[in-house]
Structures are given as C-alpha cells and as structure tokens.
C-alpha cells in the first residue's frame, strides 16, 4: 500500500474539521500495518498466497549460484524481526489500537497548524484501478477501521474508495492517501526492487523522500563497513 505521508499535502487536501495530517504521524502508518489481517486477506482473495512482511518475500534467489533465499539469510531475517519480532504475519489488532492512542496523543499535544485535534474526523482516500479490486480494498479498509474501536478515533475515522484507472497518478501526485502498490522483479535478481522505491521516478509513496539519507551496508558480512 503506498502512502501519502506528507504533512503539506495531507493539509491541503483536508477541510475544517476533517483531518488528513495524521497519516504524517509515524505511530499511525505503523498502527495501520499492524491492524491488517494479513493472513485472512491471503486466503479470502488470493488464494495459494502466504502473507509477507517485506517486499522481498520466499520467491526470491539472493545468491543464483546456491539457490539461497534471500528470506534464508540473516540479513533477510533480521530486517523483519526488527520491525515485526516473533510475528509471523504482522498482525496484533492490539498493537495496532495503542499505536493509535499514542498517534492520537502525540497530535493533540503539538502546535503546528493543520494537526489533528480531538474534535476532528479523519477521512483518507483509497484510489483503485479498478472494480474488480474494491471487495479486496474494502476488507483492508475494514480492518482499519477495526482497529480504531476503544481509540480516540472510534466513529470519528474512515477510508473512502475512489476506483480510477490514474490511480498511481494520483497516488505519485499526492492527491491522495492510499493506493495498492505494484512492483517487478526476477526470481533469480531481486535487486532491482529496491529501485522502485530508491529511484525518484518510480516512487509512488509522496512525501517519501530517501535521498537526504545514508546508510551503512555491512557487504562481507564481518562486521565492517567499507567506504
């Protein structure tokens, strides 16, 4: 699911009191990954489908010349349990309604203008390709949803459904919340997927932007990083 996560642009598109700027709120993106019922999905919509914590899933061939799966490495592993520990679907309705409430508390107290208030309704757009998807989209909306109940958002939060075949045009443009992402890759090379999020024309996540930022990549796997 690509996000809209910025703050600027969620302002523009909301109204006196329906709020968008909360989807800038870390807490509230991740509450949301945690609120969705992965596995139900997988087996309701795509049937032989296994739920997946990251982009790279068990298809993938991270060393062609002994068929390593790059989920079979330590460095597959490792980046999925520091975000989701021992889980194996990502799925804690719990997790998802304290992230929420601590969200929630972290806009009520700040200062900026455009930040979302207690007596503020949430409403996020959700654009679709096509009608085919909308029983597929409604299930992760409904899980959303869910995860609001016994939160400060209960009855003040929903995700509306806009089908469009300019779906990533909206979405890459800013002028809307939500979108279902689509990405490529080979089996046997799986290193070009990064790109749909590293290189500046393929990201359809707005207000994600990578290129301010550095990393350190341990390559010989010794502990060492070289420069």
Partial sequence: IALNSSFDKLKERQSTGVNKTILSNAKFRQALSWALDRKTFVQTETAGSTPALGVINDMYVAAEATGTLYRDTDAGKRVITDIYGD??????????KQ????????EAASTKEGHWTSTDKVSLEFVVYNEDWR???Q???DD?????????LEGKFEVTMTVTEKNQDAITAGNAELCMDIWGGAQM??????DTWIKADNRTCYGYNPDAETIEIDVNGDGKIST
């Fill in 99 to 106: 992230l929420i409430t601590e969200a929630c508390t972290e």
């Fill in 135 to 137: 029983t597929a989209i």
């Fill in 189 to 194: 090379n799986p290193y070009g997927i990064p």
């Fill in 144 to 152: 959303f949803v869910a995860a609001t109940a016994g939160t400060p």
């Fill in 87 to 96: 889980s194996k679907d990502g799925f804690n309705l719990a997790k998802a």
């Fill in 139 to 141: 299930n992760h909306i």
